[in-house]
């Protein structure tokens, strides 16, 4: 079974609006990881939080992380429609192991 | 880009036959990891490598089998190829517990 699950599974938009994911997991993690899939793509990193962070910035995304709910979500500001892409968050509670959910599709209307 | 290379990238098989994937990494990292990815199940771990010869099954395992020879190679091979392995796969690469460099995928399809 899935470790993470997001939260739409899809998500439509308008350019310059504000895109907003959820990731609810449930066992114990050392750190969430939010990517990115381009269609037909490999995935790409998009950035990291680790289990005693709560909150974390990069570029145009912000994520939070609730441990007590076991949840995270993922902001993307002033959305592009080069945004549009599927978005994946995975939990890692060691090494051996990165469990992605089932991500949640982005389009971003021009 | 990270470097890591998977091949092919597309191939067409049929039902019964082995089929084998390679992943290929310049970066040196200890840890290696086979993904499927089908709709309407983001990405399920079919089988992971934590170094030489030690691997371990993930949540997809049963039909796949997998050898690590050398760190820069990780093999997937499936034994006897079944429609119900017609899938996208995927293998990834991490140095620790930290983020994941992903290959460009390998499309195949099982007739």
């Known amino acids: 079974s899935q470790q993470g699950e997001e939260d739409p599974q899809a998500l439509s938009i308008q350019e310059g609006e504000n895109a907003t994911m959820n990731c609810s997991y449930k066992?114990?993690?050392?750190?969430l990881q939010w990517y990115r899939q381009n269609s037909g793509r490999g995935l790409v990193h998009l950035i990291l939080?680790?289990?005693?962070?709560r909150e974390k910035h990069s570029g145009r995304l912000r994520v939070t992380l609730d441990t007590s709910k076991k949840s995270s979500s993922l902001l993307i500001t002033a959305s592009r429609a080069a945004d549009t892409a599927s978005y994946f968050c995975?939990?890692?509670?060691?090494?051996?192991?990165?469990?992605f959910g089932s991500g949640t599709q982005l389009t971003v209307l021009p | 880009d990270a470097g890591i290379t998977q091949s092919p990238r597309h191939k067409v098989t049929e039902t019964g036959t082995p089929v084998t994937l390679r992943c290929h990494q310049t970066e040196n990292h200890r840890y290696m990891y086979w993904y499927r990815q089908d709709p309407g199940h983001g990405l399920r771990l079919i089988h992971y490598?934590?170094?030489?010869?030690?691997?371990d099954k993930g949540e997809v395992s049963d039909g796949y089998s997998v050898s690590r020879s050398k760190t820069e190679d990780f093999l997937l091979t499936l034994e006897s190829a079944t429609s119900s392995q017609t899938s996208v796969y995927f293998c990834a690469i991490r140095s620790g517990d930290t983020e994941a460099f992903f290959g460009q995928g390998t499309r195949l399809t099982v007739v």
């Open positions: 066992t114990s993690i050392n750190n």
């Open positions: 490598s934590y170094g030489v010869k030690d691997t």
């Open positions: 995975a939990t890692s509670f060691s090494a051996r192991q990165l469990t």
């Open positions: 939080i680790r289990s005693n962070e």
